[in-house]
């Protein structure tokens, strides 16, 4: 018989210190204090080198994990027991001594249309200018809409939505699940659909990070995971991950669970949107990665190899 570890006196969480980044590790935060009435849970807020770079797109400057490195470094060093993230902004591949012991509920994981003066895509007239952060929504919004202009928008939420109402943008296209979180969903004109603009793989749901090994930490934390949500993203991550998933590939994956079965969508298209293959396949949740990978091997029967190698030739 497994023996529970003993309740924490003091866990620390590490945090990028965004309003976004914040209200997530204060709402695990919660969750732990209410769960360890007994213990301290604080706070350790960080400065990333994603956070610092906003003048050049993240597929440029290193991807995704410049948001999580320095929060590593703390656990490693102690500092902090666990880090709150957007699993969106998860690289595919774990770094060799972490691992995501918890995937929690997922808040809405659509993208949103957000725009000051119109309220869809298709009311945008031609050569309206739409900022996104994402080579995946650049590659959709080319595709379907080639008349729209699509500048890059970098920094954080309200950082974005500053530079819409100055007039920078018509509209921007973000995360439906950041705005609902801080209260700004009065902000969305209109969510959009899977079929419009597929999500990314984790996008609405919060994954915790932790040291290899720490095993007291997974078991303090256990309660917080939530099994459909974590079958649905890891089926994406596999899909991801099988594709070379990163910021510098266009992709799209997105997993429901209806009638007991897992049914996972997945695109992967080059950045100008001229080419794009798609599928999607069902199956039992409990075979989530083994469903993401053979989709994207259905994926790469139809195509996706040719795409994967001119995106990397355009790379170098």
Not at 37 to 62: E, H, K
Not at 183 to 189: D, F, N, V
Not at 195 to 211: D, N, R, T
């Amino acid at each position: 018989m497994s023996v529970m570890p003993p309740s924490p006196e003091k866990i620390v969480i590490a945090s990028r210190e965004s309003r976004l980044a914040m209200w997530q590790a204060c709402h695990v935060q919660a969750r732990l204090a209410a769960l360890y009435p007994g213990a301290t849970v604080d706070i350790l807020g960080m400065t990333t080198r994603g956070d610092q770079i906003l003048d050049r797109p993240l597929s440029q400057i290193g991807g995704k994990g410049l948001f999580i490195k320095e929060l590593e470094v703390a656990m490693q060093e102690g500092r902090a027991d666990l880090a709150v993230h957007s699993l969106k902004d998860v690289p595919m591949e774990m770094p060799e001594g972490f691992r995501l012991t918890v995937i929690s509920a997922r808040e809405n994981p659509r993208d949103a249309f957000v725009s000051p003066r119109y309220d869809s895509l298709e009311a945008l007239p031609a050569g309206a200018v739409v900022g996104t952060s994402s080579l995946r929504r650049e590659a959709i919004l080319r595709a379907k809409f080639p008349a729209l202009r699509i500048e890059p928008l970098r920094g954080n939420l309200d950082t974005r939505l500053r530079k819409l109402d100055e007039g920078q943008y018509d509209a921007i296209i973000l995360a439906a699940a950041g705005l609902i979180r801080l209260g700004l969903e009065a902000r969305i004109r209109t969510v959009l659909a899977p079929e419009v603009s597929l999500p990314a793989p984790g996008q609405g749901a919060l994954g915790i990070e932790i040291v290899d090994g720490r095993d007291e930490v997974a078991a303090w934390l256990a309660p917080l995971h939530d099994a459909d949500t974590a079958h649905c993203v890891r089926a994406e991550r596999a899909f991801s991950r099988a594709l070379g998933g990163s910021c510098q590939v266009p992709l799209g994956g997105y997993a429901v669970i209806e009638a007991g079965q897992l049914w996972l969508r997945g695109f992967v298209a080059t950045s100008d949107g001229r080419r794009m293959v798609a599928g999607d396949l069902r199956g039992r949740p409990e075979d989530d990665e083994v469903l993401g990978e053979r989709l994207a091997q259905q994926l790469r029967a139809q195509g996706a190899n040719e795409i994967l190698a001119a995106l990397a030739c355009g790379a170098q």
